[in-house]
């Protein structure tokens, strides 16, 4: 998917436009030229004493779309001034009586499973093949980075869509909860069980279980979990009987499983076991050509606008809470500023800095590497900071593929983040 730049000149290749309303009702592509007023004849009508019957028409220049207001009693207003005509830059607010709308210069509406980033395209390229069969899928990537999102999206367009959804988050159980939110239990099997409960194996029969944070599963009940994957069944607690699943499984957690299988933390036949199909979300920074058509995606769901400068500012955050950052960053931006276009200068009241600053002020180096790791270690922190977080140039100086090198930095708990070259906010 391809976004156009902010500002425009003469020489800027016109893509197809949208006009955002409050509703999806008030959303129009607009081609040629569109129309809104109050008449049933426009291409978008307002009911609203305020509004003309012909009260404003955008149409399509070789210049860009110019906005044109028809004479309205009232008058159209872009980012507050009341306008005869005006060239649209991409965010701009517009007011026709009562109602606001956006104009959004994107080729498409923005789809989650396609990326500009190279690598991350050839991934999601593949999610449909993978959604198409029952094999388990191993998500893993960085909070915030979008593994649920993923999640849904294979459960969604696979052959189990129209069964149940279920999701459990193995982080947020205690040890002697967890094995009962999964495999349910008997009455009277445990202190407080006082009725027969099915557990999430039984309640996504025939659908799909979301397994998140899976790196936090006790490790007392991981072979319990391998058992259930392998011979396709499950023994809820306190039962003598063992009760056959119809479940696809995709688990997703943050955290290093090979790092953590080494440590004894997590069994490597269960790893084995969950790693038949692997996606690998990116962090934000990584993959920041996607950056104005997630922002401009959540602008839409928020109905908020950024100028120009603002989002230029925002290209030089580091985003350590990734894409779930981004969306609370607008999300917070309409609770701030509502009805107000988001200048550079009201950046300072939206982003963490000083989160960010303490986030990435110390790299924790590993214990007890052997020499020859720690040398490889160094050196690796070495070319990250000469190319300021660039992993391309980095591998490229260090005669090693990109993905060798990520394998690396995750290894010894490097994160590339923290050597991104820092503009002023």
Same mark, same amino acid.
């Given at each position: 998917?391809?976004?156009?730049?902010?500002?425009?000149?003469?020489? !800027?290749?016109?893509?197809?436009?949208?006009?955002?309303?409050?509703?999806?009702?008030?959303?129009?592509?607009?081609?040629?030229?569109?129309?809104?007023?109050?008449?049933?004849?426009?291409?978008?009508?307002?009911?609203?004493?305020?509004?003309?019957?012909?009260?404003?028409?955008?149409?399509?220049?070789?210049?860009?779309?110019?906005?044109?207001?028809?004479?309205?009693?009232?008058?159209?207003?872009?980012?507050?001034?009341?306008?005869? *005509?005006?060239?649209?830059?991409?965010?701009?607010?517009?007011?026709?009586?009562?109602?606001?709308?956006?104009?959004?210069?994107?080729?498409?509406?923005?789809?989650?499973?396609?990326?500009?980033?190279?690598?991350?395209?050839?991934?999601?390229?593949?999610?449909?093949?993978?959604?198409?069969?029952?094999?388990?899928? $191993?998500?893993?990537?960085?909070?915030?980075?979008?593994?649920?999102?993923?999640?849904?999206?294979?459960?969604?367009?696979? =052959?189990?869509?129209?069964?149940?959804?279920?999701?459990?988050?193995?982080?947020?159980?205690?040890?002697?909860?967890?094995?009962? *939110?999964?495999?349910? =239990?008997? /009455?009277?099997?445990?202190?407080?069980?006082?009725? @027969?409960?099915?557990?999430?194996?039984?309640?996504?029969?025939?659908?799909?279980?979301?397994?998140?944070?899976?790196? !936090?599963?006790?490790?007392?009940?991981?072979?319990? $979990?391998?058992?259930?994957?392998?011979?396709?069944?499950?023994?809820?607690?306190?039962?003598?009987?063992?009760?056959?699943?119809?479940?696809?499984?995709?688990?997703?957690?943050?955290?290093?499983?090979?790092?953590?299988?080494? /440590?004894?933390?997590?069994?490597?036949?269960?790893? =084995?076991?969950? @790693?038949?199909?692997?996606?690998?979300?990116?962090? %934000?920074?990584?993959?920041? *050509?996607?950056?104005?058509?997630? %922002?401009?995606?959540?602008?839409?769901?928020?109905?908020?606008?950024?100028?120009?400068?603002?989002?230029?500012?925002?290209? @030089?955050?580091?985003?350590?809470?990734?894409?779930?950052?981004?969306?609370? %960053?607008?999300?917070?931006?309409?609770?701030?500023?509502?009805?107000?276009?988001?200048?550079?200068?009201?950046?300072?009241?939206?982003?963490?800095? @000083?989160?960010?600053?303490?986030?990435?002020?110390?790299?924790?180096?590993?214990? !007890?590497?052997?020499? %020859?790791?720690?040398? *490889?270690?160094?050196?690796?922190?070495?070319?990250?900071?000469?190319?300021?977080?660039?992993?391309?140039?980095?591998?490229?100086?260090?005669?090693?593929?990109?993905?060798?090198? =990520?394998?690396?930095?995750?290894?010894?708990?490097?994160?590339?983040?923290?050597?991104?070259?820092?503009?002023?906010?």
């Amino acid at each position: 998917m391809e976004t156009q730049k902010i500002q425009w000149d003469a020489k !800027d290749k016109l893509e197809q436009a949208y006009l955002l309303g409050t509703t999806d009702k008030q959303s129009q592509k607009i081609g040629d030229f569109l129309t809104i007023g109050r008449d049933i004849g426009n291409h978008l009508q307002i009911i609203d004493p305020f509004v003309s019957s012909r009260h404003v028409r955008i149409e399509k220049r070789e210049r860009g779309y110019l906005l044109r207001d028809l004479q309205s009693r009232n008058g159209t207003f872009v980012n507050g001034t009341r306008v005869i *005509e005006a060239y649209l830059h991409n965010n701009d607010t517009i007011m026709v009586g009562e109602s606001r709308f956006v104009f959004s210069k994107f080729q498409q509406p923005f789809n989650p499973m396609t990326s500009k980033n190279q690598d991350w395209n050839q991934q999601l390229s593949r999610l449909p093949a993978v959604a198409n069969t029952d094999y388990t899928v $191993l998500i893993l990537g960085p909070s915030g980075s979008g593994k649920e999102v993923v999640a849904h999206w294979i459960h969604q367009n696979s =052959h189990r869509k129209e069964a149940p959804y279920i999701t459990i988050n193995c982080s947020a159980l205690s040890e002697n909860l967890i094995e009962s *939110e999964l495999f349910g =239990h008997l /009455k009277g099997s445990f202190t407080g069980a006082t009725e @027969n409960r099915k557990g999430a194996f039984e309640a996504a029969r025939g659908g799909t279980l979301f397994l998140d944070e899976i790196g !936090d599963l006790p490790l007392s009940l991981q072979p319990k $979990l391998l058992r259930a994957l392998e011979n396709k069944e499950i023994r809820p607690v306190g039962s003598d009987r063992s009760i056959k699943t119809d479940v696809r499984i995709i688990a997703a957690t943050h955290k290093n499983l090979k790092q953590k299988v080494v /440590k004894g933390e997590f069994r490597e036949d269960l790893f =084995h076991r969950l @790693n038949i199909c692997r996606v690998t979300p990116p962090a %934000l920074i990584d993959r920041m *050509e996607d950056f104005e058509a997630l %922002l401009y995606q959540f602008c839409k769901e928020q109905k908020v606008a950024f100028t120009f400068a603002a989002i230029e500012n925002l290209k @030089n955050h580091s985003w350590p809470g990734n894409i779930r950052e981004l969306k609370n %960053l607008v999300v917070r931006s309409a609770a701030y500023f509502p009805g107000h276009r988001i200048q550079a200068e009201d950046l300072e009241q939206l982003l963490d800095l @000083n989160g960010e600053r303490e986030s990435f002020s110390v790299l924790e180096a590993e214990d !007890d590497l052997p020499p %020859l790791k720690e040398i *490889e270690r160094n050196l690796i922190i070495q070319k990250l900071q000469q190319y300021y977080g660039n992993q391309r140039k980095a591998a490229e100086e260090l005669r090693m593929p990109k993905s060798t090198l =990520h394998d690396k930095l995750k290894a010894y708990s490097i994160d590339a983040r923290h050597f991104k070259k820092r503009g002023r906010i």
